[in-house]
Nanobody, 125 residues
Framework: HVQLVESGGGLVQPGGSLRLSCAASGFTFSGSCLSWFRQSPGKELESVAAIYSVLSATYYADSVKGRFTISRDNAENILHLQMNSLKPEATDMYYC???????????????????WGQGTQVTVS
């Protein structure tokens, strides 16, 4: 049973913080590329952050660099996204995704990922 389940979204005031989590099961988490995407109605799917399996190298979109931090807990099979200094423009549905590959293209490309979570809503207002 291959599954990703996001949690941690919610309503936050501008300048506030949220920590998103993505619990994984049914695949080799430690050997997978992991990414966070976001999307709102009328907008394209956007690559927010990614973390490689090898050396846990990371990627961040310019719009979030310095404010967001992606991390992975291989022991617990959980992907995290710490979001600080949130802006109203960050209001989106956030999705985690996994690719059973050691390397990932960055910015992440949605079609590269075969495993997706259902999403968690982040509202900044």
């Amino acid at each position: 049973h291959v599954q990703l389940v996001e949690s941690g979204g919610g309503l936050v005031q501008p300048g506030g913080s949220l920590r998103l989590s993505c619990a994984a099961s049914g695949f080799t988490f430690s050997g997978s590329c992991l990414s966070w995407f976001r999307q709102s109605p009328g907008k394209e799917l956007e690559s927010v952050a990614a973390i490689y399996s090898v050396l846990s190298a990371t990627y961040y979109a310019d719009s979030v660099k310095g404010r967001f931090t992606i991390s992975r807990d291989n022991a617990e099979n959980i992907l995290h996204l710490q979001m600080n200094s949130l802006k109203p423009e960050a209001t989106d549905m956030y999705y985690c995704a996994a690719r059973a590959f050691l390397q990932c293209r960055v910015p992440s490309v949605g079609s590269d990922f075969g495993i997706w979570g259902q999403g968690t809503q982040v509202t900044v207002s």
